[in-house]
Each structure stands twice: as C-alpha cells, then as structure tokens.
Antibody, heavy 122, light 113 residues
Framework: EVQLVESGGGLIMPGGSLRLSCAASGFTFTNAWMSWVRQAPGKGLEWVGR??????????DYAAPVKGRFTISRDDSKNTLYLQMNSLKTEDTAIYYC?????????????WGQGTLVTVSS | DIVMTQSPDSLAVSLGERATINCRSSQSVLYRSNNRNYLAWYQQKPRQPPKLLIY???TRESGVPDRFSGSGSGTDFTLTISSLQADDVAVYYCQQYYDLPRTFGQGTMVAVK
C-alpha cells in the first residue's frame, strides 16, 4: 500500500524558513516522480513543484510564486522527499501535500499524503 | 500557463439525480501523437486530501464507482455523476497535466438538495 506521510509544518514568521518532509513507502521511491501541492485555507489546489528521479536527471521544476524561494530535494536512501521553504510570505500559508507524480497513471497526482499545515504569520 | 475554468462553482442536486460539472482549458490538452487528453478529475471531501477519480479525461481510477464518468476532448470536458449519493458530497477539481505548471480548476462544490 502506498503511504505518504508529511511532517514539519507549523507556525513561522514572515521571512522565516521551514523544511517539510514526506516519508514514502509502499512503492519504489527511487524511480518515482514526486510533487508538492498546496491548498490555502478555504481555497483551491495549487501545484508547487516537482522532482524527477535520478534516472531522469533528478531535476526540479517550480511554480512561479515559489521559484527562487522553495527547493525540492529527495533522499532516496531514506525514501524521503523534502520541501525547503525560505523567505516565507503570509500568502504561503496552506496545507502542503506530498504527492506521487504519475506513479502509475500518466502524470496525474495519483497518491496523496494527509498534508501538513504551514502558517506564516507574525 | 494553461488556465482551467470550471462551471458551475457550486451545485445542489437531489439524491439519485444527475450532477454535471464542466471544465474548460485555455488551450488544448490533447496530445496528438498519442491521442490522449491530459486531463484528470479529483474529489476532495471535507478535511481530507484530494483523491484521483479520473485520468486521461475518461478513465476511471480503480475502485471509483461507475456512476462517475468523464468525457470531452481538446478544451472542453465534463464530469458526470449519474445518480448522486450522499457520499458524493465534495469539491471536485479538474487538472491538466499537459504542460508545466500543472494547473487546477477553481473547484466545484457538490451538495445535496
């Protein structure tokens, strides 16, 4: 069974940094494309960015609002995905979901974690 | 960026009746080389993460009841719930995976009338 478990969320002041983690199990993480998707309170879904497996270059892509501030990385030895968030803004307040990116079904977000809440506020 | 626009924003349907949600993309998400539409539908119930319902515009995810169906091609798509059940109360999102950035519709809230 595929499981994705996010952690690391919390309350942080504007301008601060936070690192989220996503522990993956139930599939071959090393070969998986992975994404982060966020959802502001009471709002819709917004793709944050993705990372390819090392076999596909291990490169990353980001949405414009977070490019240059957020960094996605992975530790395949720990089956863990990370989201390093710097220079946080109030508009980054959201639930952050870790997702598989086309594990089985095209490049859809086919499996989701339960999410971790990040609140950026003074 | 490909803009995804859903209609309506919300709808209320009687139990057992049909619910129809539309999704329009600002450019075609049909990849001509494989004739596939890079369009997915997700269901999000309160306090839960989204769940993949349909991909390639019309292929139901394993375990999804057959009252859910997807149709359309190019820029215009539809999610239909043929006979609404109480368990279907949720927000539904369309999403394109044709290009980066991946983009979602704004969501359609489905309620029981």
């Amino acid at each position: 069974e595929v499981q994705l478990v996010e952690s690391g969320g919390g309350l942080i002041m504007p301008g601060g940094s936070l690192r989220l983690s996503c522990a993956a199990s139930g599939f071959t993480f090393t070969n998986a494309w992975m994404s982060w998707v966020r959802q502001a309170p009471g709002k819709g879904l917004e793709w944050v960015g993705r990372i390819k497996p090392k076999t596909d270059g291990g490169t990353t892509d980001y949405a414009a609002p977070v490019k240059g501030r957020f960094t996605i990385s992975r530790d395949d030895s720990k089956n863990t995905l990370y989201l390093q968030m710097n220079s946080l803004k109030t508009e980054d307040t959201a639930i952050y979901y870790c997702t598989t990116d086309g594990l089985i079904r095209g490049h859809t977000f086919d499996y989701w974690g339960q999410g971790t809440l990040v609140t950026v506020s003074s | 960026d490909i803009v995804m626009t859903q209609s309506p924003d919300s709808l209320a349907v009687s139990l057992g009746e049909r619910a129809t949600i539309n999704c329009r993309s600002s450019q075609s998400v049909l990849y001509r080389s494989n004739n596939r539409n890079y369009l997915a539908w997700y269901q999000q119930k309160p306090r839960q993460p989204p769940k993949l319902l349909i991909y390639w515009a019309s292929t139901r995810e394993s375990g999804v009841p057959d009252r859910f169906s997807g149709s359309g091609s190019g820029t215009d798509f539809t999610l239909t719930i043929s006979s609404l059940q109480a368990d279907d109360v949720a927000v539904y999102y369309c999403q394109q995976y044709y290009d980066l950035p991946r983009t979602f519709g704004q969501g359609t809230m489905v309620a029981v009338k």
